[in-house]
Structures are given as C-alpha cells and as structure tokens.
C-alpha cells in the first residue's frame, strides 16, 4: 500500500512563496511520474505540474515561471516550489503517484490572501 503525505500548504499573502512537500512511503523511483494537482471550491480538481521518473517536467499554463517541481530520491519526496502567490491559488494541492494505478494523498490546503 503506498502512502503519500503533503505537507507546507498554509496561508500567504498574495506575491509570496511556499514550499510544499510530498513524501512517500518507499522509494519514489518506482513511480513513473509524479505530480501536484489543486481543487478550488466549486472546481474540478487540475493539474498542477509533474515530473517523470527521468526528470521531465510539465506545467500547468497558470503557473509557469512561478512554481517548480522536483524529486528527491533519495527522501522519497516530491517538491513544489511556489512563488508569486495569487489568490487564484487558493486550493487544496494533492500529490499523485502513478505507476499502473495511480495513487493520492490527503491534500494540503493553500490560502493565498489579497
């Protein structure tokens, strides 16, 4: 059973920066990509950003040049640096797992206040 468990969500004034971590319960090299994805009240849950087991990444066009993602095999975690916070950010921010099945975590809350 893989566990995943978000952490540093919080609230921030528009403009400034989280870090927000994702830890699994095993090795991460498993996993053929790893990402964030957010839900905002009253919206389908997005995608965030991803990175590939080789270190390729994608962005959702809202966060482009503002957030980044990375892996840390060796921590068995996942990474997602954010900055220049809008208050369009506000949402919950989940990590997934993919391997053949895709797996979820808890969420982390964000706030980002205006």
């Known amino acids: 059973q893989v566990q995943l468990v978000e952490s540093g969500g919080g609230l921030v004034q528009a403009g400034g920066s989280l870090r927000l971590s994702c830890t699994a319960s095993?090795?991460?090299?498993?996993?053929?990509?790893m990402g964030w994805y957010r839900q905002a009240p009253g919206k389908q849950r997005e995608l965030v950003a991803v990175?590939?087991?080789?270190?390729?990444?994608n962005y959702a066009d809202s966060v482009k040049g503002r957030f980044t993602i990375s892996r840390d095999n060796a921590k068995n975690t996942v990474y997602l640096q954010m900055g220049t916070l809008k208050p369009e950010d506000t949402a919950v921010y989940y990590c997934?797992?993919?391997?053949?099945?895709?797996?979820w975590g808890q969420g982390t809350q964000v706030t980002v206040s205006s």
């Open positions: 997934n797992a993919l391997t053949r099945v895709g797996f």
């Open positions: 095993g090795s991460i090299d498993r996993f053929n990509v």
């Open positions: 990175v590939t087991r080789g270190g390729d990444t």
